[in-house]
C-alpha cells in the first residue's frame, strides 16, 4: 500500500474492517462518531452491517448479538457512552462473546468536555462493570498504532473470548498522520476456534488445555444456552460451588496464562536508566520528546510505552523498578494507572504528572519532572 | 384425547431434559402455558429449529428460553430485542423470537421497544404481561393498572398502565395481537402469524401472578386468576359491538394490527445490493 494521510478515527474503522470486522453498532458521540460514519458507508459493500442504535447500551447488546451470530462485531464511543456499556461488557465477559469496544476518551466526568483529550476512563475500563472479571484493554498513541492495535484487539477478543477495549483518546482519534498501512493479506488475523465435535458433545464452556473453548455459532445446529447467569460447561445455570469455582478459574487462567502474548510494551534506553518515564496513548507522544530533551541535557533517562494497559504488566514494571531509582508516570488524569505503578515499584519511586483540564501534558512538564 | 397425547408428545420432544427441570416458576403460573403455545406454533410451521433463537431478558419471563431446545440466550435486563436484533442481522436466515415480561419490555427495556417497532425490526416479540414484577417479589410494573396494590405501592398505584398492543401499534410494528393464557390455542395460532410476519410482531399475552399481586390484590389462587381471563376477555368482534365505556373493562382478544411490507432486514439487503453494485460499477 502506498503512504497515506490519515485521521486515528479512520485508521480505526479500516483495522477493523482488516480484522474481518462485520458487524457494527453504535450511537453518535464526540470524538468516537467519525468510526461509525466510516464503517456505516463501508460495510455494505462488503456484505457487513451496521446499525445506529438508540443508545451504546443497546449497541453493545447488538454487538454481542451479531457476535453469537458468527459476525465479528465492534461498537465504538466515548466516556458518558462507555458508562452506559459496562453492564453488557459484563454480559460479554460473563458469557465470554468476543467483541471489541472503542472509547475514544474524553475529559469527564459527565458531559465534561466532549471536544478535549483525557485518558480518565483507565479505572473505568478496568473495572466499570460490576463483579470480577478478565479484561484486555489496549492503548494506541499514534495513528498507525490505532490500527494495529484495532487489529490485535479484534485477534485477542476472538482468541481468548472476551470483551476487548480498545482506549484511544481524543489526540489520538483525530490527530491526522502519515501512515503506510499493510497490504490485507500481510495482516495477521485470528478467528475463534471451532470445534469438530458433533452438536451433542459439544460443551459451550468445557475447560480446554487452552483454556478458551470452542465458540460455535448460534444457527449452526448446535442448539446451547447462554446466560449472563453463572453457568456449568453447557451453559445452563447453576448454583454449584463446584461448578462457580473452576468457572473462575478458567476465565482469568485464560488470560493470566498468555501474558507474553498479551502484554504490549515498548522500551527506549532504559538499559541504566535512573529514571524512566512510562506513558501510553497520546501522552506517550510528549513523554518520548522529554525523554529525548532529558538525555539531550545529559541525564540518563529511558522511556517505556504501555501498549496493553490491562492486564497490567506488572513484570515489566518490576523490572524497571529494579534498576531505576525514579518511574515518572503522566497520564490525562489525576492518578490512575500511576495507582499501579505505585503498587509494584512503591509508592516513593513513583512521580506523577498529571492533568485533567482538556489539555495534553507538554514534554516541558515531564521534562521538569525528570529532572526535579 | 387422542390430539391431546400429540400434543404432550410435541412439547415434550421441544424440551431440554437434561439439566433444568422442574421449572422455576410457582405452581399454577401462566408463563409455561405461553411457552407451551410457543412451542404448538414452531411445530406447527415446520420450521427447522436449528434456526429458531429464543432471546430473554431478566425476570420470571427470562428463564423461559433455558427450558426449550432451541439456540437460546438469556440476556441483560430490558436489553432482549437489542441483543435479538444484532443476531438477526447477522443471521437473518434465522427466526428470531423474543419473550419478555412487562417490566423487561416497557420499563427498562421501553426505548428498545419503541426502537424495535420503530425500525420494523424482523423479530417476534412476546410480552407475558402479568401486571407485576414477579420475581423481585411483586413491585408495581409499567402494565400495574391504576389503584391496585403491589409491594411498592402499598396505598395502590397512582401510575397510569401502558397500553401495551397500542404503544407497539404507535411505534411502528408490522403485527400486533394479544390474547390470554387462558385462550392457551387462540395464543398460539396468533403466535404463529406473528412468526411469519415479516417486520417487528408482538403478540401480548396476557398473564397473571396470583403469588404476588393476586395475593396483595385479593383476587384468589391461579384458578380464580385464570377464570378472571375468561370471564373479562372479548374477542374483537364481541369489542366492536360494546360501548368505549364497557370496552375498557375487558381484555380485547384478537389481531390488532397486521400490515404487509418489507421489514428491516429486507430494506438492508437492498443497501448492500446497491452498495455492492456502486462498488463493481
Known sequence: ??????????????????????????????????????????????????????????????????????????????????????????????????????????????????TSPAQG???????????????????????????????????????YRTPVILLMDEV????????????????????????????????????????????????????????????????????????????????????????????????????????????????????????????????????????????????????????????????????????????????????????????????????????? | MHTELREKHEIYDYLRHSKKFPVMWCAGCGIGIVLGAIIRAIDRMGLDRDRVAMVSGIGCTGRMPVYVDFNTMHTTHGRALAFATGLKLARPDMYVLVVMGDGDALAIGGNHFIHAARRNMDLTAIVVNNNIYGMTGGQYSP?????????????????????????????GASFVARSTVYHATELDRLIEQAIARRGFSVVEAVSYCHTTYGRLNRLGAAVDMMRWLKENSVTLAQAEKMSPEERETKIVRGILLDREGPGYVDLYDEIIRQAKAAENG
Request: net charge negative.
Open chain 1, 121 to 159: 476512563d483507565v479505572m473505568q475500563s478496568r473495572w466499570g462493570t460490576h463483579g470480577d472479571h478478565p479484561i484486555i484493554v489496549l492503548s494506541p498513541s499514534s495513528v498507525m498504532e490505532t490500527f494495529r492495535l484495532t487489529v490485535t484487539a479484534f485477534n485477542f477478543s476472538e482468541k
Open chain 2, 143 to 171: 402494565t400495574t393498572p391504576l389503584h391496585m396494590r403491589a409491594t411498592t405501592a402499598p396505598y395502590g398505584n397512582i401510575e397510569p398502565p401502558f397500553p401495551l398492543c397500542e404503544l407497539a401499534k404507535a411505534a
Open chain 1, 172 to 372: 489520538v482519534a483525530h490527530m491526522r498522520e502519515k501512515v503506510d498501512l499493510p497490504a490485507p493479506e500481510q495482516v495477521e488475523v485470528v478467528d475463534r476456534i471451532q470445534t469438530n465435535v458433533p452438536p451433542e458433545w459439544y460443551f459451550p464452556y468445557e475447560e480446554t488445555a487452552s483454556d478458551v473453548p470452542p465458540l460455535v455459532s448460534f444457527g449452526q445446529g448446535f442448539r446451547y444456552h447462554i446466560t449472563g447467569l453463572f453457568h456449568d460447561v453447557r451453559g445452563f445455570p447453576t448454583e454449584r460451588l463446584d461448578e462457580i469455582q473452576p468457572w473462575l478459574k478458567r476465565v482469568f487462567a485464560k488470560i493470566n496464562n498468555n501474558l507474553s502474548d498479551i502484554l504490549m510494551y515498548e522500551e527506549e534506553d532504559t538499559r541504566g536508566a535512573r529514571t524512566v518515564v512510562l506513558a501510553y496513548g497520546s501522552t506517550a507522544r510528549s513523554a518520548r520528546h522529554a525523554v529525548r530533551l532529558a538525555r539531550a541535557r545529559r541525564h540518563k533517562a529511558g522511556f517505556c510505552k504501555l501498549l496493553t494497559i490491562w492486564p497490567f504488566p506488572e513484570e515489566a514494571v518490576e523490572r524497571l523498578a529494579h534498576t531505576a531509582k525514579r518511574i515518572v508516570v503522566p497520564e490525562m488524569n489525576l492518578g490512575q494507572l500511576a495507582l499501579e505503578v505505585e503498587r509494584v515499584a512503591g509508592r516513593h519511586k513513583v512521580r506523577r504528572v498529571n492533568r485533567a483540564d482538556g489539555e495534553m501534558i507538554t514534554p516541558q512538564q515531564i521534562l521538569e519532572a525528570i529532572e526535579g
Open chain 1, 1 to 114: 500500500m502506498t503512504a497515506q494521510f490519515m485521521q486515528g478515527n479512520t485508521a480505526c474503522a479500516e483495522g477493523a474492517l482488516v480484522a474481518g470486522c462485520r458487524f457494527f453498532a453504535g450511537y453518535p458521540i464526540t470524538p468516537s462518531s467519525e468510526i461509525a460514519e466510516i464503517l456505516s458507508y463501508r460495510l455494505p459493500a462488503l456484505g457487513g452491517k451496521f446499525i445506529q442504535m438508540e443508545d451504546e447500551i443497546a449497541s453493545l447488546a447488538a454487538v454481542i448479538g451479531a457476535s453469537v451470530g458468527g459476525m465479528k462485531a465492534m461498537t465504538a464511543t466515548s466516556g458518558p457512552g462507555f458508562s452506559l456499556m459496562q453492564e453488557n461488557i459484563g454480559y460479554a465477559a460473563m458469557t465470554e462473546i468476543p467483541c471489541v469496544i472503542v472509547n475514544v476518551q474524553r475529559t469527564g466526568p459527565s458531559t465534561g468536555l466532549p
